[in-house]
Protein backbone atom coordinates (compact mmCIF):
# COMPACT_ATOMS: atom_id res chain seq x y z
CA UNK A 1 0.00 0.00 0.00
CA UNK A 2 1.28 3.44 -0.89
CA UNK A 3 1.98 5.75 1.61
CA UNK A 4 3.30 9.44 1.98
CA UNK A 5 5.12 11.09 4.77
CA UNK A 6 5.91 14.57 4.74
CA UNK A 7 8.34 16.28 6.75
CA UNK A 8 10.50 19.27 7.35
CA UNK A 9 7.58 21.83 8.26
CA UNK A 10 8.16 24.35 11.23
CA UNK A 11 8.65 28.08 12.19
CA UNK A 12 10.40 30.52 9.89
CA UNK A 13 10.45 34.08 9.85
CA UNK A 14 9.54 35.81 6.14
CA UNK A 15 12.43 35.75 3.57
CA UNK A 16 13.86 32.11 5.41
CA UNK A 17 13.80 29.10 3.61
CA UNK A 18 12.38 25.49 4.54
CA UNK A 19 12.94 21.82 2.79
CA UNK A 20 10.06 19.70 2.77
CA UNK A 21 10.37 16.11 1.81
CA UNK A 22 7.83 13.57 1.38
CA UNK A 23 9.07 9.68 1.94
CA UNK A 24 7.43 7.34 -0.36
CA UNK A 25 6.46 3.90 0.46
CA UNK A 26 5.03 1.57 -2.17
CA UNK A 27 5.08 3.81 -5.36
CA UNK A 28 9.09 5.32 -6.99
CA UNK A 29 8.49 8.81 -7.24
CA UNK A 30 10.70 8.96 -10.24
CA UNK A 31 8.21 7.18 -12.31
CA UNK A 32 4.81 8.79 -10.68
CA UNK A 33 3.18 11.78 -11.29
CA UNK A 34 3.35 14.02 -7.72
CA UNK A 35 2.87 17.34 -6.38
CA UNK A 36 2.65 19.10 -3.05
CA UNK A 37 -0.30 21.35 -2.34
CA UNK A 38 -1.40 23.32 0.81
CA UNK A 39 -4.38 24.14 2.73
CA UNK A 40 -4.71 27.01 5.30
CA UNK A 41 -6.91 27.75 8.21
CA UNK A 42 -10.52 28.51 6.54
CA UNK A 43 -8.82 28.02 3.07
CA UNK A 44 -9.56 25.10 0.46
CA UNK A 45 -6.80 22.91 -0.25
CA UNK A 46 -4.47 24.99 -3.24
CA UNK A 47 -1.98 23.29 -5.88
CA UNK A 48 1.35 25.04 -5.11
CA UNK A 49 3.93 22.65 -7.43
CA UNK A 50 3.78 19.56 -9.66
CA UNK A 51 6.35 17.21 -11.17
CA UNK A 52 5.40 14.21 -14.15
CA UNK A 53 6.05 11.29 -13.69
CA UNK A 54 9.23 9.67 -15.72
CA UNK A 55 9.55 12.92 -17.90
CA UNK A 56 10.02 15.61 -14.76
CA UNK A 57 8.09 18.11 -16.18
CA UNK A 58 7.48 20.21 -13.37
CA UNK A 59 4.89 23.52 -13.12
CA UNK A 60 3.99 25.66 -10.43
CA UNK A 61 1.65 27.86 -9.18
CA UNK A 62 1.79 31.68 -10.15
CA UNK A 63 1.88 32.48 -6.21
CA UNK A 64 5.35 30.62 -5.70
CA UNK A 65 7.27 30.90 -9.06
CA UNK A 66 10.53 32.22 -8.44
CA UNK A 67 10.53 31.20 -4.99
CA UNK A 68 9.62 27.29 -4.83
CA UNK A 69 11.39 24.42 -6.58
CA UNK A 70 10.13 20.99 -6.73
CA UNK A 71 12.42 17.49 -7.26
CA UNK A 72 12.65 13.89 -6.25
CA UNK A 73 15.45 11.90 -4.55
CA UNK A 74 15.41 8.78 -6.64
CA UNK A 75 18.09 7.11 -4.23
CA UNK A 76 16.38 8.09 -1.14
CA UNK A 77 12.42 7.61 -3.10
CA UNK A 78 11.40 11.06 -2.02
CA UNK A 79 9.51 14.17 -3.41
CA UNK A 80 11.44 17.84 -2.08
CA UNK A 81 9.97 21.23 -2.19
CA UNK A 82 12.98 23.80 -1.26
CA UNK A 83 10.77 27.34 -0.28
CA UNK A 84 12.84 30.30 -0.30
CA UNK A 85 11.90 33.89 0.29
CA UNK A 86 8.72 33.07 2.59
CA UNK A 87 5.71 35.00 3.44
CA UNK A 88 3.59 34.88 6.33
CA UNK A 89 0.80 34.02 3.09
CA UNK A 90 2.51 30.91 2.50
CA UNK A 91 1.54 29.72 6.01
CA UNK A 92 -0.51 26.73 5.68
CA UNK A 93 -0.35 22.83 6.51
CA UNK A 94 1.23 21.45 3.26
CA UNK A 95 0.47 18.40 1.39
CA UNK A 96 2.53 15.62 -0.38
CA UNK A 97 0.23 13.99 -3.10
CA UNK A 98 0.57 10.73 -5.68
CA UNK A 99 -1.08 9.48 -8.44
CA UNK A 100 -2.26 5.81 -9.01
CA UNK A 101 -2.06 6.29 -12.60
CA UNK A 102 1.22 6.14 -14.67
CA UNK A 103 1.12 9.94 -16.09
CA UNK A 104 3.67 11.56 -18.07
CA UNK A 105 2.53 15.17 -17.30
CA UNK A 106 1.92 17.02 -14.38
CA UNK A 107 -0.72 17.70 -12.34
CA UNK A 108 -2.17 20.74 -10.92
CA UNK A 109 -5.84 19.03 -10.09
CA UNK A 110 -5.99 18.08 -6.68
CA UNK A 111 -9.12 15.53 -7.41
CA UNK A 112 -6.97 13.57 -9.73
CA UNK A 113 -4.48 12.40 -6.88
CA UNK A 114 -4.90 9.07 -5.17
CA UNK A 115 -2.45 9.37 -2.18
CA UNK A 116 -1.67 11.87 0.02
CA UNK A 117 0.32 12.72 3.43
CA UNK A 118 -0.99 13.75 6.74
CA UNK A 119 0.68 17.12 5.91
CA UNK A 120 3.51 19.26 7.59
CA UNK A 121 2.88 22.53 9.33
CA UNK A 122 4.61 25.63 7.77
CA UNK A 123 4.07 29.01 9.47
CA UNK A 124 5.53 32.05 8.60
CA UNK A 125 6.19 35.51 10.95
CA UNK A 126 6.42 38.53 10.00
Known amino acids: QVQLVESGGGLVQAGGSLRLSCAAS????????MGWFRQAPGKEREFVAAISGITGITVYADSVKGRFAISRDNAKNTLNLQMNSLKPEDTAVYYC???????????????????WGQGTQVTVSS
Open 26 to 33: GRTVSTSA
Open 97 to 115: AARNQVVVRPTTNLREYNY
